[in-house]
């Protein structure tokens, strides 16, 4: 199944734009001289209107729409106004703001008894979440969402939730369970209503079922998406299906239906003046007319359209596609010097990417600076409000005071006097003191809003280097050409991992795979992730070797050499490896480890393979070669590779490690199921066991079936 298949769902409740200026400039105008009750509803028409369109528009009047909540002390509008400002950091794709801003729309609107706003706070946070990969997250807020609509009895809200759930369950490739909700949300559209309601669910059902290799039911369930999108006229969703389709013909080796259904895909792109859908629809046709019905004057022709596109959507990826399509070309029809070339800019657009992560550590540290100097200020205002507090009490004790003594004695009146006159210059000092105040509250509000501008950059600069990471490590088609029963559990403790998994399937029979944990984690650990995932293609994928211990001890050599490290003891970055050669024409697998071990589990019982006790960097005993060891493999051998994350993290009852030992005994009682719920069990193991404790390390664990 490729990647292109698209999954669609509504981002938000209120998604629709209009182009109506008079409309708009009429609210404008009107919220200008209206009373507050009046203006918060032309904002928040104004954000709905304004919504995807113009999104400075969106932050302004979610502003208005708070400052006016907390003048009039309504946590309904206090809530939608925090709404509506999460509403623009997701559209930004300031991840980190727009959670911060959904929970606290959440929280007051759920105070207020506001569900509406509770319940869209609940659906945005989970479709971000699916966004950022984070599914357990994105499951938990649908399902709070969903149960307010429920309360609310509204069921179109309940079933577009149900879809968008299903969609995070196709993300995790459980099918069963998007199936599921997909025919839950079916049944509660009511279709008499409102035409064109199903066209999602069915084109989801559609993506289900291709991934589970029912093309014919795939197929007619995107025509039926079609068919609902006909009545909306909604292109974008028509076009979707039609690149679905494409692709399905494709799987099914049916080349005239998939063309027909990409030119059809190319005309509403054509139509509509969407370059990128007209970028992917000639992609395709590039694609199928280089492998699957050879024509080396289309393809060249479908080349040169992308050629021509490219300058004009000005986006890496695009031309990073380009060019790997032209350098494949090339090398199919013998050009090879110019494949090379074109390869080799395919790379080089993939190494440029990577260096935008050079800048964050800086920034990183600058924030946390800002961030401490601003919590310094407000406690020293905090201080300075409550000696104000203390001075005015002090003040009305005076005038009383003075006040009684009038009323007695002519001596008394004359103290009062006395004091009254140094309450009043106490006064002053107070009014003074009081500007003093303001001056340094503004001071730090603006502080605090250029940290937050700050934070929002170098979170989602953190983001964007997760995605190069998550590019970069071996997909899903190497795997399956391993073995087509495995799974990876792959959890980083800070957005960014310091383990990678690498492999690669030789032409000689064999495959070579490693799973590596680099010294530390987030961001200086991602940077040794990519170092180690280069060295592994450099010396297997063009250098061809395939000996476990020759490539460890290559791997160590380069890694000295790149970061300085011969003749240096002080410096100790590394990484330790597991690196396995399976040799499919004897069924033999070659093991060779750095500080880690090999798993092999057969019939329920478990041998281990020890590496050698050093790692892939600077080591004390420089001479020592890392060594190999060999195991005859058999059908229905579980392959195991982890790294120390799973084994070192504290949790349990007692807040204890879970240790190796354990670690073993559940492989082995996962061992007869399915690989699809032994991740999901060992996922599962590793949250009951973490409950409120922080992880510690990057989390990596690989499963191989010999089948």
């Known amino acids: 199944m490729k990647n292109g298949l698209l999954i669609v769902i509504f981002l938000f409740s209120l998604s629709s734009f209009s182009q109506d200026k008079r409309k708009i400039d009429s609210l404008i105008k009107v919220s200008e001289t209206a009373d507050d009750s009046v203006k918060l509803k032309c904002y928040h028409l104004l954000c709905a209107l304004y919504q995807g369109n113009n999104n400075d528009k969106v932050i302004e009047y979610g502003r208005k729409t708070l400052s006016l909540g907390i003048k009039s002390k309504s946590e309904k509008h206090i809530s939608s106004g925090y709404l509506k400002i999460g509403n623009y950091h997701y559209l930004e794709n300031n991840f980190d703001s727009a959670i911060f801003y959904y929970n606290r729309a959440a929280v007051v609107a759920k105070s207020a008894g506001v569900l509406q706003t509770e319940a869209s706070a609940h659906q945005n946070l989970g479709l971000m979440y699916a966004d950022m990969a984070e599914f357990t997250k994105a499951i938990n807020e649908m399902i709070l969402a969903q149960k307010i ?20 369950y196709i993300n995790q490739k459980n099918y069963t369970q998007a199936e599921n909700y997909i025919k839950q949300a079916i049944a509660l559209m009511d279709t008499t209503k409102q035409k064109g309601l199903l066209g999602y669910p069915f084109l989801n059902l559609g993506i289900v079922y291709e991934n589970k290799s029912q093309f014919k039911l795939a197929a007619a369930y995107y025509k039926k998406a079609l068919r609902e999108f006909g009545q909306t006229g909604d292109l974008s969703g028509a076009s979707n299906c039609y690149n679905n389709l494409y692709q399905s013909f494709i799987n099914q080796n049916k080349i005239d239906s998939a063309i027909y259904f990409n030119t059809k895909l190319k005309e509403i792109a054509k139509s509509t003046k969407n370059r990128r859908n007209e970028f992917i629809a000639n992609l395709n046709f590039e694609g199928l007319y280089q492998r699957f019905k050879p024509n080396a004057v289309l393809a060249k022709c479908y080349l040169d359209s992308l050629q021509t596109a490219i300058s004009e959507l000005n986006m890496p990826e695009y031309a990073s596609v380009f060019y790997q399509e032209k350098g494949t070309y090339n090398l199919n029809y013998g050009n090879k010097d110019t494949g090379y070339y074109f390869i080799d800019k395919f790379l080089n657009i993939k190494d440029s990417i990577v260096s935008l992560e050079n800048t964050m550590v800086t920034n990183e540290l600058q924030t946390k600076y800002e961030t401490e100097k601003k919590d310094l200020l407000i406690k020293q205002t905090n201080s ?87 590019a970069v490590l071996t997909g899903d088609e190497v795997w399956k ?155 229905n051998d579980l392959i195991y590779l982890s790294t120390d994350g799973f084994a070192d993290q504290f949790g349990g009852d007692k807040g204890k490690k879970f240790k190796s030992k354990q670690l073993e005994e559940l492989l082995v009682e996962i061992s007869t199921l399915t690989i699809e719920e032994q991740k999901q069990k060992l996922a599962t193991s590793f949250a009951q066991w973490k409950k409120n404790f922080e992880q510690t390390d990057d989390v990596s664990l690989l499963g191989i079936k010999v089948v």
């Open 384 to 470: 300075e409000l409550n000696l104000e507090e203390e001075k005015n009490k002090r003040k009305t004790i005076i005038i009383w005071l003075g006040t009684a003594a009038f009323v007695g004695t002519l001596f008394f009146l004359i103290i009062a006097f006395v004091n009254y006159r140094k309450a009043k210059k106490a006064n002053l000092i107070i009014k003074n003191q009081n500007l003093v105040l303001e001056l340094q509250k503004k001071e730090v509000e603006d502080q605090k809003h250029i940290i937050e501008e700050k934070q929002n950059e170098i979170i989602s600069s953190i983001n964007y280097a997760q995605r190069i990471q998550s």
């Open 481 to 635: 050409k391993i073995s087509k029963e495995y799974f990876i559990v792959f959890q980083p403790r800070d957005i960014v991992s310091g383990d990678f998994y690498w492999a690669h399937v030789l032409s000689n029979g064999r495959a070579v795979f490693a799973l590596a944990d680099c010294t530390g984690h987030g961001v200086p650990g991602g940077f040794m992730s990519m170092l180690g995932n280069s060295f592994l293609n450099e010396l297997v994928v063009e250098n061809k070797l395939f000996k476990a211990d020759e490539i460890l001890n290559r791997l160590r050599d380069k890694v000295i050499a790149a970061l300085f490290q011969k003749g240096q003891t002080q410096q100790k970055d590394g990484m330790d490896m597991m690196l396995c050669v399976w040799n499919k024409m004897d069924n033999t697998l070659e093991f060779a480890g750095a500080n880690n071990t090999l798993y092999i589990v057969r019939d329920k019982q478990i041998t281990e393979y020890k590496g050698d006790k050093m790692p892939i960097g600077s080591y004390l005993e420089e001479n020592k070669k890392f060594t190999a060891q060999k195991v005859a493999l058999q059908t």
């Open 149 to 168: 609509h429920e309360q609310l009895k509204d069921n179109n809200e309940n079933a577009n939730i149900k879809n968008a759930i299903a969609v995070v």
